[in-house]
């Protein structure tokens, strides 16, 4: 039941691991959280623990319910922040700064998980989903890139729904309320942007990094992309 856009937007990969002096054919699986799971592709054992951990079910959507866990690794861990507040704001200049500030401050729910909701959820969009990784089999490195760029999602009742709204621009899924055949609702969501155009939380917003994958899953390396 994913009301969040967190599908597994990105192709699996097939490989082996070196575990323990032998070989393990597996499957690793990014998925847009920023977190990573790894499978023995022929049992469906986790090569590393995965626990269901507590995640918040509050929302104010009539009808809607949320599983009160969500899967997390152990290893490797989150890649990516899966938090934002106003605290984070972030800009060019004293004015974008405030305005992000303000806008961050605006919504009414924040964090991984946080359910989608009338008055707003703040969300880190983007990790590490479409783009995939490799593999280098020789030295157990997953090479991936990570972006980390909030995003907003807004549920509204469409009877609430101006036609000046629906007037904006769309680009893509981005714009005004979309209506969701055969509810009351509906949904908006885009990038938390200051007035210049940039994201509202401090750089880097895309880094390209390596974990290796033989045991500990320690980040070989990670820097600056773009």
């Known amino acids: 039941h994913d009301v969040w856009d967190r599908d597994a937007g990105s192709t699996p990969i097939l490989t082996d691991i070196d575990r323990d002096g032998r070989k393990i054919p597996s499957v690793i699986q990014l998925v847009k959280t920023g977190m990573v799971f790894a499978f023995n592709r022929e049992t469906g054992e986790p090569l590393f623990p995965i626990e269901e951990r507590p995640v918040p079910t509050d929302t104010d959507i009539q009808g809607e319910q949320l599983s009160p866990t969500q899967p997390f690794p152990v290893k490797p861990p989150v890649l990516v922040r899966n938090t934002i507040s106003p605290d984070d704001a972030w800009g060019f200049t004293v004015f974008d700064r405030a305005a992000c500030r303000q806008k961050l401050a605006s919504f009414g729910r924040a964090g991984l998980y946080a359910p989608p909701s009338l008055d707003g959820t703040l969300l880190v969009a983007s990790a590490n989903n479409w783009g995939g990784a490799a593999y280098d089999p020789d030295r157990q ?86």
């Open 141 to 226: 490195l997953l090479v991936l890139p990570v972006s980390q760029v909030p995003i907003y999602i807004r549920m509204k009742r469409t009877a609430d729904v101006t036609q000046e709204e629906l007037d904006q621009p769309r680009m893509g899924p981005i714009g005004p309320p979309t209506p969701m055949a055969g509810t009351p609702y509906a949904f908006q969501f885009g990038p938390v942007l200051s007035p210049l155009f940039s994201p509202c939380t401090p750089p880097p917003w895309g880094e390209l990094m390596a974990i290796d994958m033989s045991g500990d899953t320690r980040q070989a390396w990670r820097f600056t992309l773009g």
